[in-house]
């Protein structure tokens, strides 16, 4: 998941909140509109909550012919976005990520449709408990209800959150980035209106209209319609909701992944996972920030992996060890060990052995990715197990930290949390589960009742 650096960041405290489309609203006004939108999409949560899993997938697909017929109007709703960056000076990846065009329309339309296709998790039986006394219990997993979601200036993630969400029959209001204000509010548009061809609720997907930060406030505290929050963006900006949340909310903090470079590594294959991780896409979540290599190989191994981070122009940060071995690299500093790039930098460090890895990434990780690279099985084990991160790998990239490269369709965020959801959220992760118990007539005090 592609992720902004520090200064790009469009969190609360950095970032001004940016022109709206509507006159300015007072605090009275921004509350009592957003809390419309919270009781309308609790009665659509309840309506979206008896589709089929058929019927939910016709309104996907309906809205995916929608904006494909929308690309007009949401091409020049962008155009307004770019104008607006411009003006402010965005530019970089930043802008690169507001940019809308026939192609990407052509995939966020073609990523509805493969969650269309997508099994539905809505109903499935997740156990059954036959008591002695007749009653029977089946635990059933079922929509959260109405998930509110706040996120940074991607314009694709208004459909993918929506997409995600109305998937596994939840209600959604988005509050999206100034930056995108118009593109969102096309694609809200036709994502609405396709899906009610089909049979979709109204409020089932809303987007607030209004990018001032109270609107933040007012979603984070309307705990009577909101069951979930998911903020993705900026750190400031998660700590922000995180604050002022009255209701659970799941967090994708920053992405620092490590790689531990073993003592019976294939050194080449080390080289090969560590390029692939740190360089692929270095400006995302699931990309190596800092690599800890074995002491008993340190010497053979440092000089090949600074060969190909040159070829590559990546800047390695090293600790005093490294430093030794190596020569034309940066001495690290301690916040380098807690330090998530989004760059080509990368900070290397030798231990001495697997139980100094695991305390270090245990540190400083932020418990998101991480990789030991081993032909010794017994020890990838005790990596694996003794680990405190969501997504850990035994000779493999963090790269593939990724909803859809596990096989979830499209994703709502990498929760670096532990409860309910941890690692890529797919589907499964955006519903709860309920007990159902069924008998014929059994009561809790059979002797009081013989009684009566």
């Known amino acids: 998941m592609d992720r902004i650096s520090a200064s790009e960041a469009e969190d609360l405290g950095s970032i001004p909140s940016g022109p709206t489309i509507f006159h300015q609203m007072t605090s009275e006004e921004i509350q009592q509109k957003i809390y419309q939108m919270g009781q309308q999409a609790r009665g659509a949560a309840l309506a979206l909550s008896l589709l089929s899993a058929d019927e939910k997938s016709d309104i996907l697909r309906a809205m995916a012919t929608s904006l494909r017929a929308s690309r ?18 965005i530019t970089g990846s930043l802008r690169d990520r507001l940019i809308l065009d026939d192609a990407r329309i052509e995939a966020i339309a073609g990523g509805i449709e493969q969650v269309a296709d997508l099994p539905d998790p809505v109903g499935e039986k997740l156990g059954t408990i036959n008591r002695p ?3 029977k219990i089946d635990k059933i997993r079922v929509p959260i209800g109405v998930i509110g979601i706040i996120f940074e200036s991607r314009p694709n993630v208004t459909s993918d ?3 995600l969400c109305l998937k596994s029959g939840n209600a ?6 100034s930056e995108a204000i118009h593109s969102n509010k096309a694609l809200a548009k036709a994502l609405q209106e396709g899906g009610e061809q089909k ?5 089932a997907i809303q987007l607030i209209p209004f990018t001032d930060r109270e609107s933040v406030k007012v979603l984070a505290g309307m705990d009577k319609y909101l069951d979930l929050i998911i903020p993705r963006g900026g750190k400031g900006l998660i700590e922000t909701v995180v604050s002022m949340a009255r209701m659970p909310v799941i967090k994708h903090y920053d992405g620092i992944c490590h790689a531990y470079v073993e003592a019976a590594a294939d050194q080449d294959l080390a080289v090969a996972i560590i390029d692939d991780g740190k360089t692929q896409k270095p400006s995302v979540c ?5 690599v800890l290599v074995d002491a008993s190989l340190a010497e053979e191994f440092l000089p090949k992996l600074k060969q190909r981070m040159d070829v590559r122009n990546v800047e390695i940060r090293a600790c005093e060890k490294t430093q030794a071995i190596l020569s034309g690299v940066t001495p690290a500093k301690e916040e380098d060990w807690g330090m998530e790039y989004l760059d080509l930098i990368i900070s290397v460090k030798v231990v001495e052995d697997l139980q100094a890895a695991v305390a270090h990434i245990n540190e400083y990780s932020s418990q998101h990715s991480e990789v030991i690279i081993t032909k010794d099985e017994a020890q990838a084990e005790l990596f694996l197990s003794s680990v405190d991160s969501a997504c850990l790998y035994h000779n493999v990239s963090t790269r593939f ?5 596990y096989g979830f369709g499209a994703e709502i965020g990498i929760s670096t949390d532990k409860l309910h959801a941890r690692g890529p959220m797919g589907l499964v992760e955006l519903c709860s589960y309920q007990y159902r118990v069924t008998g014929d007539g059994q009561v809790k005090d059979i002797e009081r ?3 009566l």
């Open 72 to 89: 007009v109007e949401i091409l020049a709703a962008n155009a307004k976005d770019i104008s607006s960056a411009d003006e402010r000076g």
């Open 133 to 135: 006394n007749g009653i």
């Open 161 to 163: 959150a929506a997409v």
């Open 172 to 177: 959604t209001i988005l509050r999206g980035g």
């Open 199 to 203: 049979g979709l609720p109204v409020g």
């Open 286 to 290: 699931n990309a190596l920030e800092t």
């Open 401 to 405: 930290s990724d909803g859809e490269e």
């Open 449 to 451: 009742q013989a009684g």
